[in-house]
């Protein structure tokens, strides 16, 4: 069954600090989709990323990047010279493909991670 | 403004009223879909709808109702809500709930509703 795990409940870092958000997680499927989805204080749900399991190129967005690796079942989050507007919860999900016919482009959430940027 | 619009932001109910959360996509989207948001829980998935007038129970559909009779349109239910249904709910969206040549549509999602139930 898939299965997405993160690990950190909450996280605490001053700003301009690096902080890397963990993300495991399981899946039966050979092809598979992985999200990241922020949400900030205001309580909206908005889209990072996405990636496909077959492209396990790391991506750059500004001071976000991804690291996606297949051999460890891991995509984390790294944001770089972090700052108190990048305090929110973090959503790492999967989506399985249509292999095995069932809950087709359902996103199975991880329980998030809390991050806080101090001043 | 490509959006999904969730109604009402905020609710207070008593147990047993039966009450319906709307949800409208004006992005042609042909997936929709419903989660419930709790403490430590993350989101769970309530119900899921393909397309019109195709849904399925998600992770946790017991106690709500859904229906898909127009494309935009994917109201959420609840017959008769109990305490443990108070939560924060998201609708969502998405082009496609398939993946189709190596692309998974991203979820778009509403701004959610606050129920409680007294």
């Known amino acids: 069954a898939q299965k997405v795990t993160q690990a950190q409940t909450e996280i605490s870092v001053v700003e301009k600090e690096d902080v890397t958000l963990d993300c495991v997680y399981e899946?039966?499927?050979?092809?598979?989709?992985l999200f990241w989805y922020k949400q900030p204080p205001s309580g909206e749900l908005v889209f990072l990323i996405r990636?496909?399991?077959?492209?396990?190129q790391n991506e750059i967005s500004g001071r976000y990047s991804w690291n996606f690796q297949k051999s460890t079942s891991s995509f984390n989050f790294t944001i770089t010279a972090s700052q108190v507007v990048d305090s929110a919860v973090y959503f790492c999900a999967l989506s399985e493909s249509l292999n095995y016919g069932g809950s087709q482009g359902n996103l199975i959430f991880g329980k998030g991670t809390k991050l806080s940027v101090k001043p | 403004e490509a959006q999904v619009t969730q109604n009402p932001r905020y609710l207070i109910t008593v147990t047993g009223k039966k009450l319906t959360v709307t949800c409208s996509q004006n992005m042609n989207h042909e997936y929709m879909s419903w989660y419930r948001q709790d403490p430590g829980l993350g989101l769970r998935q309530i119900y899921y709808?393909?397309?019109?007038?195709?849904?399925d129970k998600g992770d946790v559909p017991e106690g709500y109702k859904v229906s898909r009779k127009e494309k935009r349109n994917f109201p959420l239910i609840l017959e008769s809500p109990s305490p443990n249904q108070t939560s924060l709910y998201f609708c969502?969206?998405?082009?496609?709930?398939?993946?189709?040549?190596?692309?998974?549509?991203?979820?778009?999602f509403g701004n959610g509703t606050r129920l409680t139930v007294t």
């Open positions: 709808s393909m397309n019109v007038e195709v849904t």
């Open positions: 969502a969206s998405s082009l496609s709930g398939r993946a189709y040549s190596g692309r998974a549509s991203p979820l778009h």
């Open positions: 990636r496909n399991s077959f492209d396990e």
């Open positions: 899946t039966r499927d050979t092809t598979y989709y």
